[in-house]
């Protein structure tokens, strides 16, 4: 059974640094690209980084980039998002998916969320 389990939120001042973490198992985690998500109250879910199965490439959403680096460990099974010049914006709930296939097609597995607060 897939699992994903964030790590790291917390409150920050503006302008801190926090680093997510997502320990993953239970599935073939070089197989699967891996992503960060966030949703704030009230707002949809938004995409916010992407790295490959290899890790050989990253994407960003514009309204992170230059401040928000994603990087994986596939010795530990895990996926971390570095976050540096936070702003008050950047208060979310934050989730990592796996995205891959098995037998039956497309699957994703998510994890629970951990929670971001920027505020002074």
């Known amino acids: 059974q897939a699992q994903l389990v964030e790590s790291g939120g917390g409150l920050v001042q503006p302008g801190g640094s926090l680093r997510l973490s997502c320990a993953t198992s239970?599935?073939?985690?070089?197989?699967?690209?891996m992503s960060w998500y966030r949703q704030a109250p009230g707002k949809e879910r938004e995409l916010v980084a992407t790295?490959?199965?290899?890790?050989?490439?990253?994407n960003y959403a514009d309204s992170v980039k230059g401040r928000f680096t994603i990087s994986r460990d596939s010795a530990k099974n895990t996926v971390h998002l570095q976050m540096n010049s936070l702003k008050p914006e950047d208060t979310a709930v934050y989730y990592c998916?796996?995205?891959?296939?098995?037998?039956?097609?497309?699957?994703?597995?998510w994890g629970q969320g951990t929670q971001v607060t920027v505020s002074s």
């Open positions: 998916k796996a995205a891959g296939e098995d037998w039956t097609g497309p699957i994703n597995y």
């Open positions: 239970g599935f073939i985690f070089s197989r699967y690209v």
């Open positions: 790295i490959t199965n290899t890790g050989g490439r990253t």
